[in-house]
């Protein structure tokens, strides 16, 4: 029987030699896993607020992790055993810094590090406390789903890189959309799956028995019969669930964790080599059609082609009209906030207007310099507060693009199923972005320069009265006004951002059509390679047995079905 590493090499030749870009992360992150060899990483996924990092403090039997009414998790955290307590920062750019474990929240939390800022790849943290579990280490993942959308791209672009999955879900709103769409994604990457349905004491006993009935009847129409579903409380009176998980699912996961992380591995290189045989066979079928099925096939690929430049032209309107009707709905909202600003900018300069007593260019200046910290302090607030509203429309423009191009593919699989007689499996649409940072603080002078000249000639105590009211008129308009250049600057960076979302769409759609002309320019002389990478794919007995769709979702079947899935409790 060959070696994990031997198959895997065998698998990244063949995506090479088709040149297969596009499968490069998941060789990577195979990579990585079988370089792994001791510990497992056990992943709490799920949607913001679904109680994914109390439980895992729960589990710890300390408060680690910082928890709070609003999105927190701004980057991984995992949390293994060490014989002392400690805390390192890994950063993007490969360093280290030791921190304090109550630190953590200052580069792990939205509110103290925003968007990421500070560039932090992941915290991980050792507890003495955690010995009985090791060698898991436990992983708490950016909440999906949530207002911030960093925090969600955060949590799927480490999918890959995922040994076992809990999949936590608020036990009183169980099982959306959203849950049965990511365990498609999860099934990919693990064969080891958990519901962890959360927040139990919510519930009643009867409530809950009702709810389990629901989940598993859904995970089993959507394709998943055989999930584990547990209840999980941190209440007190609540223990014997956290004694199920242990003895149930933890505990024999630890003891034969070799084992695990070897199902673990065969399940990803067998993910790997469905998607790379799916495309040998589209790629043997094109070589061995007859040239009318061919040609049928060239045709419509070409027309494709040129309805792809209509596709372009929609991507390009698609920002200028989105961000066009940003701005006025930014100001809108902020409306509000606006006059909120410029009632406390007034009551401070009321309080330290008193302080200033220097002759009027110094009071001035001493009045610019306040003015100019007090707004970029309170607008940097402000923006970050705010991110999750400026950043709505790339959301938006991310979701409109995904269906164009779902909707474009569809039309290849078609053409495909009809020339060559096969499927086309969708593939994964990962358009990404950064938020964009806020734009800066700008003040004017107060009055022109030849009176701030002149002033060293004017006396300012006869004149305080006017100069105080000035400005506070100057200071209630600057807030305005930079207000309005904050929310500009919002719609001008959003739309250098949807613009680049519209560049990635076009590229994914332009790679699938250039993959299908690629696949028809094979000819009858390629189909014994053809061939014997087929056998060769076929004949991995590491890899043998049920492999997962490629890009299953599950929630199909059940939407065929018209079956809800939100429960009514009685």
Partial sequence: MRQPEVILQQLAGIAEERKLVHLQPQIAACRRLLAARNGIDVAV?????????????????????????????????????????????????????????????????????????QQVAAVEVELPELQPLSPLTLVDTPGLGSALVHN?????????????????????????ERDLALL??????????????????????????????????????????????????????????????????LQPLQQRHHEAMDQIRRHKLASLRAQLLEHLQVALAAATRTDSARTRLRERLVEERRQLDLLRAEFSLLPRETAARALDEFLERLRPTRLALQARITADLHEQFPQWRMPLPRLLDAWRTWLHTWLHRELTQLSEQQQPMFCAPL????????????SFHDRLAAHVQDALGLPLTAP?????????????????????????????????????????????????????????????????????????LCGQAEAMARAQLDALEGLLAQTASAAPRLQQQIRELESLAEVDGECPAPHAEPRADAERAGHAITPRFS
């Fill in 45 to 117: 996924f799920g949607r913001f607020k679904a109680g994914k990092s109390s439980f895992l403090n729960h589990l710890a039997g300390r408060a680690v992790l910082p928890i709070g009414v609003v999105p927190l998790t701004a980057v991984l955290t995992r949390v293994r055993y060490g014989p002392v307590e400690r805390a390192v920062v890994k950063f993007l750019d490969g360093t280290t810094r030791e921190i304090p474990p109550t630190d953590i929240a200052r580069y792990v939390t939205e509110a103290q590090n925003p968007a990421n800022r």
């Fill in 152 to 176: 969600t791209e955060t949590a799927l672009n480490w999918l890959p890189q995922v040994g076992v999955v809990l999949l936590a879900i608020s036990a009183d709103a169980p099982l959306s």
């Fill in 184 to 249: 498609g994604q999860l099934r990919r990457h693990t064969p080891r799956i958990v519901v962890l349905l959360t927040k139990a004491d919510l519930l009643t006993e009867m409530q809950r028995a009702e709810v389990r009935a629901f989940v598993t009847e859904q995970l089993g129409r959507a394709g998943y019969p055989d999930l584990p579903v547990f209840f999980y409380s941190v209440r007190p009176e609540m223990a014997a669930m956290k004694a199920t998980l242990l003895t149930e699912v």
């Fill in 395 to 406: 959301e938006q423009t991310r979701t409109h693009l995904a269906r164009m191009l779902r």
């Fill in 428 to 500: 994964e649409i990962p358009l990404e972005f950064v938020p964009p940072g806020p734009p800066p603080v700008d003040v004017a002078y107060a009055f022109d320069a030849s009176f701030t000249t002149l002033g060293w000639l004017i006396p300012v105590q006869p004149f305080r009265r006017w100069i105080y009211r000035a400005l506070t008129r100057k200071a209630r308009y600057e807030v305005e006004k930079n207000l309005s250049r904050l929310a500009a600057g919002w719609r001008d960076r959003i739309q250098q951002v949807m613009l680049e």
